[in-house]
T-cell receptor
């Protein structure tokens, strides 16, 4: 998985609790992305980062925030988890020189 | 709605047959990419075709792009059971920045031994 890890890999949490997912890369790539994958919707971009402390919203950013204080880490936070945020979350990276993205193994999040 | 939409949603074939998946998109693109996802895993990049290219090959994969119809097809020749996976097209739109991709909903391919 191209030097990308995600943690945790699985998480069950209750509605209203905060949750932070971590994406860690060892490739020193500039761009990092968070997607969610749901049946019938494919992958949808939540937020992305184009450098340390530089982030922007994707198409489904409501209810999510991100932070990138180091090149290698990109954190996704659900401030107050809701059942609609039950999903599989994927992190991806891109060097900015090549065009393809490399994906992490995913985090399965269940909000009860 | 999704920028990329795959057709069919599901495809079941026998080993050795060819598999063709189609993708349609709505806006102008810089390039179109195809990814594969095995069950429970992350996506893996397969092939990229730029907007000024019409056809590209990589091993058993053949991708075509028709920008006038805003459509692409992925052909997998001589399929194998190991090709069983979901296949997604993704577009890098000219209106977006940051190497952002918009993914379709995917085609689930099942290759029966």
């Amino acid at each position: 998985d191209a030097g990308i890890t995600q943690s945790p890999r699985h998480k069950v949490t209750e509605t209203g609790t905060p949750v932070t997912l971590r994406c860690h890369q060892t490739e020193n790539h500039r761009y990092m992305y968070w997607y969610r994958q749901d049946p019938g919707h494919g992958l949808r971009l939540i937020h992305y980062s184009y450098g340390v402390k530089d982030t922007d919203k994707g198409e489904v950013s409501d209810g999510y925030s991100v932070s990138r204080s180091k090149t290698e880490d990109f954190l996704l936070t659900l401030e107050s988890a809701t059942s609609s945020q039950t999903s599989v979350y994927f992190c991806a990276i891109n060097s900015g020189r090549a065009l393809e993205q490399y994906f992490g193994p995913g985090t399965r999040l269940t909000v009860t | 709605s999704q920028q990329g939409e795959e057709d069919p949603q599901a495809l079941s074939i026998q080993e050795g047959e060819n598999a063709t998946m189609n993708c349609s998109y709505k806006t102008s693109i810089n390039n179109l990419q195809w990814y594969r996802q095995n069950s429970g895993r992350g996506l893996v990049h397969l092939i990229l075709i730029r907007s000024n290219e019409r056809e590209k090959h990589s091993g058993r994969l053949r991708v075509t792009l028709d920008t006038s119809k805003k459509s692409s097809s992925l052909l997998i020749t001589a399929s194998r059971a190991a090709d069983t996976a979901s296949y997604f097209c993704a577009t890098d739109g000219r209106e977006t920045s940051g190497s952002r991709l918009t993914f379709g909903e995917g085609t689930q391919l099942t290759v029966n031994p």
